[in-house]
């Protein structure tokens, strides 16, 4: 192909100065022409990785076009809020990654919480979320919605009998999550799933830690049983970088869709194609991801086991954590070896033998853990959490003392076992 003829289908347009050696001009039709610029997407460039596509206006070919197209489905593109190329395949990706059949993209995991709280809940409707939920979700609840005339209760997540009584006729949605936030109990999910379809309520997963790779929520015994709405942190191990953040609403039921997209529009919620493209780039591993983080973190939470100065160690794949027999129903068939498959999270008690600064200072002793929130990156992290300000009681299956959670990056798990053997030895005698 000449270069002329390249530049001409491939950006440059035809008579570009640029080519010619010749300095830009800054007149007025130079303007125009750098506007109207003669490029037309690569049709027959099929490479792996999808393009970014950015737009707030997208151009119709006539008032007919214009008018014909609806905003409310993939049928056409209408304005940059409503979708692009990029963050459609992304919405289609995230569906099928989940088992679902509709996706909408929010900018942010609380957002999709929040989009679907909004979306389903009005003034007189109760709203139950577990006791162990993502902290940002009850104070959605205890905020907004309440403000809304919505009101909430929590439900212990262990015990399906209190979920039971507390289902009344002006419950309208319940909140899930497995694991639970922080303290990683493993609720009976098929339990709970069947209740609610029993009752008429909907049911929104919130899916973070299972990301789609260790049950399908939509399908979570094999036989079809599954939550309605699956609402999914993409910050943590879609995008796997630490560097986005994004959030999506997946659901199997048209109609329910509708309800969120509409209330998505209206919100005005919307993602940056260059943030989905990130999260495009990083699916494909996410398999990989998912179980290199999984493997390290059993493996440091038996290692964990171990240690004196640590009262409990929570993580569902060992055989006496809290939800133990629930987590395998729901995750033990996602590996072929039979090893179930989990978030690479765990959390330790610390024995309550040792002061809050204890603890902080062995958190400050931690070199490659970095003090930080979020998971799904590569780098390691920590947090210390005041776990009594955060339940409504403190659950009788925790051992008294101060949680520590660590979410598992990438680095070489004995590098991180030694990291946590120096810093229990210098601020915790271990
Ligand atoms: C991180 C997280 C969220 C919120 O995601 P953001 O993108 O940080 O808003 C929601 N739920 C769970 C379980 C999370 O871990």
Redesign the pocket.
């Known amino acids: 192909m000449a270069q002329a003829e390249w530049l001409g289908r491939y950006g440059r347009g035809r008579s570009s100065r640029y080519d010619q050696g010749m300095p830009a001009q800054d007149s007025p039709s130079t303007t125009t022409a750098l506007i109207h610029h003669a490029y037309t997407p690569p049709e027959d460039f099929a490479a792996p990785q999808p393009g970014v596509f950015k737009a707030s206006t997208v151009i119709f070919p006539n008032v007919a076009a214009m008018r014909a197209r609806d905003w409310k489905n993939k049928s056409g593109y209408t304005y940059g809020l409503h979708g692009t190329p990029t963050t459609f395949m992304l919405e289609e990706r995230i569906a099928t990654l989940e088992g679902g059949l509709q996706t909408v993209l929010v900018p ?6 929040a989009n679907v709280a909004l979306a389903l809940l009005k003034t007189g409707d109760e709203v139950l979320i577990p006791d162990n939920a ?1 902290g ?2 009850k104070a959605l609840a205890e905020g907004e919605l309440a403000a809304f005339g919505i009101t909430h209760a929590y439900y212990d997540p262990m015990d399906v009998a209190d979920l039971v009584a507390r289902i009344t006729g002006r419950t309208r949605l319940v909140w899930l ?1 497995a694991a639970g ?1 922080v303290t990683m109990e493993f609720p009976n999910l098929i339990a709970q799933v069947r209740l609610c379809r029993e009752r008429g309520v909907l049911s929104a997963l ?1 899916n ?2 299972g990301a789609g790779i260790a049950f399908n929520a939509f399908d979570l015994d094999g036989q079809g049983l599954g939550v309605d709405v699956s ?1 999914h ?4 191990y879609p995008s796997g970088g630490g560097d986005v ?3 999506s609403v997946t659901t199997r039921d048209e109609a329910l869709h509708l309800k969120i997209k509409l209330t998505h529009m209206r919100l005005g919620l919307g993602v940056g194609a260059n943030d989905a493209e990130a999260v495009l780039r990083a699916l494909p591993s996410i398999g990989l991801r998912y179980r290199a983080q999984d493997q390290a973190a059993r493996e440091l939470a038996r290692w964990c086991s171990g240690q004196a100065a640590f009262a409990q160690v929570l993580h569902p794949a060992l055989d006496d954590a809290p939800g133990h027999a629930a987590w395998r129903a729901v995750c033990g068939a996602a590996d072929a070896r039979g090893d179930g498959a989990a978030a690479g999270l765990f959390s330790v008690i610390v024995d309550e033998r040792f002061s809050a600064s204890q603890v902080d200072a062995f958190c400050d002793a931690l070199k490659l853990f970095k003090l930080g ?3 799904g990156g590569p780098v390691s992290l920590v947090v210390p959490y005041d776990l009594a300000s955060m339940r409504t009681q403190w659950p009788a299956h925790l051992a008294r003392g101060t949680l520590v959670r660590f979410s598992l990056g990438l680095e070489a798990v004995a590098d991180l076992q030694a990291d946590l053997a120096q810093a229990l030895a210098a601020a915790l005698g271990g």
């Open positions: 942010s995991g609380l957002a999709a919480i993502y940002p979700n999550e936030s919130d973070t830690w609402a942190a993409l910050t943590k953040l994004m959030g929130y979020s998971w």
